[in-house]
Nanobody
């Protein structure tokens, strides 16, 4: 059974940081790319960052220089380090591998 479980969301002040994690079933993690997406209230889900199985990364323009995607193949876990957070980063964040989605973790950036 494929499972993706996100964690690490919460409430943070503007300028703060959070680190999201995505724990995945070994069966799909090691050989596949992973993506982080987010969906803000009233908006469509959008791509935030992707990382290939070999570690090549890509970022949405809105998060370049602030967010870092990474993966630990030994632990079947991916991460999204988010720095210099802005109110517009408020959203539910999801990880996705091979079309499988986690349940999401909520990030709220507010003073």
């Amino acid at each position: 059974q494929v499972q993706l479980v996100e964690s690490g969301g919460g409430l943070v002040q503007p300028g703060g940081s959070l680190r999201l994690s995505c724990a995945a079933s070994r069966s799909i993690f090691r050989l596949n790319a992973m993506g982080w997406y987010r969906q803000a209230p009233g908006k469509q889900r959008e791509l935030v960052a992707t990382i290939t199985r070999n570690g090549s990364t890509n970022y949405a323009d809105s998060v370049k220089g602030r967010f870092t995607i990474s993966r630990d193949n030994a632990k079947n876990t991916g991460h999204l380090q988010m720095n210099s957070l802005k109110p517009e980063d408020t959203a539910v964040y999801y990880c996705m591998i091979l079309g499988y989605w986690g349940q999401g973790t909520r990030v709220t950036v507010s003073s």
